[in-house]
């Protein structure tokens, strides 16, 4: 059973434009969720991350939303750079542990 | 700060043969964790440290994977013995307790292939 879902596995957006990348979970009692990208040959790096007890969290391009009551973050890269380009893992941890699970993740594509 | 070193980069291995995969955290780290990529299961937790002692193992996929922290600096993952299917590409990462944001820094991770 998947706990943390990501439903698109691939996204392709165009240079300038938005990218939205969606996750869904499951478990309520998860309280911090992170996003990850990860570029080939590589290990995950982390991108940005959201408590439970905030709904947007902004970091220059990149901000994340929570929707708690839908069980929904997404998060939103603008404008989109072809350096983007990677795969996005969302994360989320349950009960302020350090225990990290992951979704199954989104290859993103930004054409130039 | 050389980040999480990881080694081999690389191993191609017989069916049966043992593998011992190694990680060293960042310095200052209390805390290390072993993933596993696959295509079908994703990225999962197999284990984490904190203070070198293990609290949770629960992702270990069976006994024939084992894994040590014998000290601060230094971490093995061993599978004993392999099988195919345990090819896949294993991170390991650390983090601090003080750290910002939950945040873990993973290394580049072993891509083992098992013959």
Redesign the interface.
């Known amino acids: 059973d998947q706990q943390v879902k990501q439903n698109s596995p691939s996204l392709s957006v165009q240079e300038g434009r938005i990218s939205i990348l969606n996750c869904d979970y499951t478990n309520s009692m998860f309280d ?1 969720f ?1 996003w ?1 990208k990860k570029y080939p ?6 991108l940005i ?1 959201i408590s439970s007890i905030k709904d947007k969290n902004e970091d220059g391009r990149f901000t994340v939303f929570l929707n708690k009551s839908a069980k929904h973050l997404s998060l939103h890269i603008v404008p989109s750079q072809p350096g983007d380009s990677a795969v996005y ?1 969302c994360a989320a ?1 349950p009960d302020s542990s ?8 989104t290859r993103l594509l930004v054409r130039p | 700060d050389a980040g999480v070193i990881q080694s081999p980069r690389h191993e191609v291995t017989e069916m049966g043969q043992e593998v011992t995969l190694r990680c060293k955290p960042i310095s200052g780290h209390d805390y290390l964790f072993w993933y596993r990529q696959t295509m079908m299961r994703g990225l999962e937790l197999l284990i984490y440290f904190n203070n070198n002692v293990p609290i949770d193992d629960s992702g270990m996929p069976e006994d024939r994977f084992s894994a040590k922290m014998p000290n601060a600096s230094f971490s093995t993952l061993k599978i004993q013995p392999s099988e195919p299917r345990d090819s896949a590409v294993y991170f390991c990462a650390s983090s601090s307790v003080v750290g910002l944001n939950n945040e873990q820094f993973f290394g580049p991770g072993t891509r083992l292939t098992v013959l």
């Open positions: 911090y992170l990850y040959a590589e290990g995950p790096t982390f991350s893992f941890t350090y225990k990290l699970i992951f979704g199954s993740g």
